[in-house]
């Protein structure tokens, strides 16, 4: 029974996560780390993690570690975007081998990448590999848990789904992308100039669902609305004072004869608890029969979006080639066992 | 472009709702209703559902159907049980057709019919087709549903699930099943002999959960108590005083090192409000992360399994040969377009 072999690229707090769940997994073998910094290679990749030391060297050249390495996927984790994430997943699938990355967009690539994702599909079937994008959402929360959830109805006449979270735990950039500390006037005019940009992955989980259930859109929309503080509240990184912003309401919309058939709801903030919101992620289901579904607190983002990568690597590895998605994939589950045993290897 | 041609075999409740569910989607064909009483025979099927003329004919003979129809796929609801479903299911895939089965032995059956399981996955693989057991439960709320929940942990520890109904609707027969009506002494003496049943099912879903993760169990164990009754409650076909039974709480434990890793939990009775009980599908999952979500009202039985079943036909006939269960198929969906269309057919 042979092992299989995971290369991961990225080594932030992602790629970290990813790194050490595999580690902590039977039947899989991090055969290698590669990262951008040239700084950090020649380092081994159990010290930098915070463990016993490996033998196995972080690397900065993805193209020699796959060819000495041989790894059966890569897991990538750096951008949010396929335009940025495409000609990294280009260099791994040429070389035969097959991919999962965490980019956002990937989770539904051709949504705003149409040719590269055209690219990309074929050049991963050309060399009989798989590429997937996943992450807790986009990839899991607001598309993958809907699907399934729908699985159970013989009609659906909308989804109404919120994912509502606590921003306090994150870092400076977030709060910057979120809008968090900002007045209202700052927050608009960030959005304007793109430097607030709210939740990546509406277009990309709304367009799942529908082509999943065969519901043809007319149109997705999108609104960012900033959430206004009516108390004080502050992290390590912010201070918001009451009328000033907390963060970010994203909504995405998928239209179909001009009525909402789609609704997806991402409010993001910092400690929401404060005005008596409870963090949580809700599905509705309205249809044949009502769904009305809540986990709570929320899956958490950042354990969440680990998982997932790693939990889907068997799948991507036993499932058609060219570029997948989650809809297309068996159920995602957990890894409690011997991966070689649960894949009969 | 052509359209899935289904069989629906038995015409009971959830027969007659997948036949009429198939009648209202697009690009499907019911292209025959087979049934077991003689008198049924020739009659319309459009007219037997209270719909408009079909001009197909209900037969009691699947072999004549099939010969004469050539379905992609039968749709059968007769039994619970494996050995009862084999006979019905062996006769379609020897004629090259799949079949998907609401029996709930078939959501797993090499748990409890390992030989005959295994016969049926050889004659499906000789023959080209597949066979898939499912419904609400097993073969959703109580283990798709569980796994998918699972999909964004790193870790699981254990695993806690509750389905909560309400038998208030239901007939005579599941009265008689669940003890409805009955003393204490009475339930117990029926728990005995058979005549008391509760749910059929957690060994499929344990068994699929604990093999889908990779947790290898040391044994599945099942209790039934009585749900004693404190308050009167009554529906058209049963009466039942304070102190009498007023239906069977089913507990499922998968065991591994001692440790109860997998608990579910079915309390089946009437009027479960009558007490303070919401009905609802709750799933705990102690873990890294841990998820804790619920569904209220539950997903409903009948129209649940209607659902799930026909959901299920795409995957089914897109999938490789030979017995397979919900864990090996792609994230279950409602169909709501042109399933031609869907299907890239």
Redesign the interface.
Known sequence: MENIRVIVQGLGAMGSGMAK?LL?KEGFDLVGVVVRRPKMAGKDIGEVLGREQLGVKISNDITTEIKEQKPDLVLQASTSFTKDAFPKIKEVIEQGVNVISIAEEMAYPHVRETELAKQMDEIAKDNGVTVLGTG?NPG??LD??I??????????DSIKASRVNDLSPFGESVMKTQGVGTTVEQFNKGLKEGSIVGHVGFPESINMVA??????LDSVEETREPIISETYRETEHVKVEPGMVAGCNHIGKGIKDGKEVIVLEHPQQIHPHKEGIDTGDYITIN???G???????E??GG??T???A???IPHVIEASSGVVS??????????????R??MGR
């Open positions: 769940m902590d807790v899991f929360v993958t848990l699907l399934t959830l729908t699985g159970g109805c013989i009609d659906v082509d999943a259930l065969g519901l043809e249809g044949t029969p769904v009305n579904m809540s986990i709570s607190p899956i958490p354990v969440g680990i998982a997932t790693v939990n889907m989650m809809k297309d994939l068996p159920i995602p589950r957990a890894i409690m066992g011997d991966i045993k649960i």
